[in-house]
């Protein structure tokens, strides 16, 4: 018999949020709500620690070491400090990028839907950067920039971007602050990402899992480059694959297929409720599932559900913060469950 997911807390949001309004790091937790203000919650009880105002609450909201920001869909870039919540800066006139990237002191947007070039601009005091950043395939749609560290003892010292393209198939590893390209891979075909951009999991070891075409996952760690993992037989949607170790899983509109990648060995997960997988993250044991609709289904290595349970209101979105917490945003309500304890 499966058991129940332990929900810590559950807050109304009073409006019809977007799923990028929402940032998690160890300790913190912002949102947007109420159509014009910027909360930060403690994650284990909810309540609220500071709030600002905004233009609406529609945005994007990320957090970054000792700062939040926030890009409304007005174009404004609102830089605050994690603490105190005090605005540090505000960058006008931006147009509308959705996507906010830090790596080290540079913040990088656009790039959504190819409608905007990517700019950088300091995260220090929300000035643009002067030069042309370069990507792949000017004018296409890419993949939301993803910061990574690159390892030092190859010489590298900066923070870096990697880019993909919905129309190139190729990875690129750019340094954020000089533009020096750091890394190219090419790939069988381009990466494999839904309108929300969000086209990668990066596992415990570092290397980052992603679908090149709708068939092949592929991992890349920049130290080693690019490895195909598994080849699958049938077409994925464009949710990213999770690597946990040597245990692969695939959402599926079908299930859930979970591969031992050391015995090329596939299990298919179909007992779930009706509706498609709309996001999943790693917890201890197994891996979390959310299904379109309100329901979160907890899948062990073996293949068994270990627990579920139904939330107020649909899930759009799966954010993990740590090992303890998965936070659910979707359609008014944020609820925060508690994934400390193993599936059984």
């Not at 332990?6 to 309004?21: A, I, M, Y």
């Not at 070039?117 to 005091?125: E, G, H, K, Y």
Request: glycine residues 10%.
């Amino acid at each position: 018999m499966d058991q129940p997911l332990k929900v810590l807390w559950s807050r109304p949001l009073h409006l019809r949020s977007s799923e990028t309004t929402l940032a998690a790091a160890s300790g913190a937790l912002v949102v947007a709500e109420r159509h014009s203000r910027l909360v930060r919650l403690d994650p284990q009880s909810g309540a609220p620690i500071w709030e600002q105002g905004v233009e609406e609450c529609w945005g994007t909201t990320v957090v970054a070491g000792e700062r939040c920001l926030y890009l409304s869909q007005a174009g404004v870039l609102h830089c605050f400090d994690l603490h105190s919540g005090q605005r540090t800066w505000s960058t006008p006139d931006l147009g509308l990028h959705r996507y906010v990237s830090v790596s080290g002191s540079v913040v990088l947007l656009g790039g959504w839907r190819g409608y905007r070039p990517l700019i950088r601009v300091d995260l220090a005091n929300g000035e643009h950067l002067p030069g042309q950043f370069p990507g792949l395939a000017p004018g296409s749609s890419l993949a939301w920039p993803l910061p990574v560290r690159l390892d030092p003892e190859r010489g590298f010292t900066a923070d870096a971007i990697l880019l993909a393209s919905a129309s190139q198939a190729a990875l690129l590893l750019v340094d954020a602050r000089t533009g020096v390209t750091r890394g190219e891979w090419s790939l069988p075909a381009p990466v494999h990402f839904s309108d929300s951009g969000i086209a990668s999991s990066v596992a415990e070891d570092g290397r980052i899992v992603f679908l090149s075409g709708r068939r092949t996952v592929m991992a890349l760690h920049p130290a080693s480059g690019v490895e195909i993992l598994w080849r699958h037989d049938r077409d994925l949607p464009s949710l990213p694959p999770i690597l946990t170790g040597r245990t692969l899983w695939l959402s599926e509109d079908i299930g859930v297929t979970i591969i031992d990648l050391d015995r090329s060995a596939r299990t298919e997960v179909t007992r779930l409720p009706p509706g498609a997988t709309c996001g999943a993250v790693p917890v201890s044991g197994g891996a979390l599932f959310a299904r379109s609709g309100d329901q979160l289904i907890a899948v062990d290595r073996a293949g068994g559900i270990a627990a579920r349970v139904r939330l107020p209101a649909r899930i759009d979105r799966l954010l993990p913060d740590g090992r303890s917490l998965v936070h659910a945003i979707g359609k008014g309500h944020l609820t925060t469950i508690d994934i400390s304890t193993k599936p059984r």
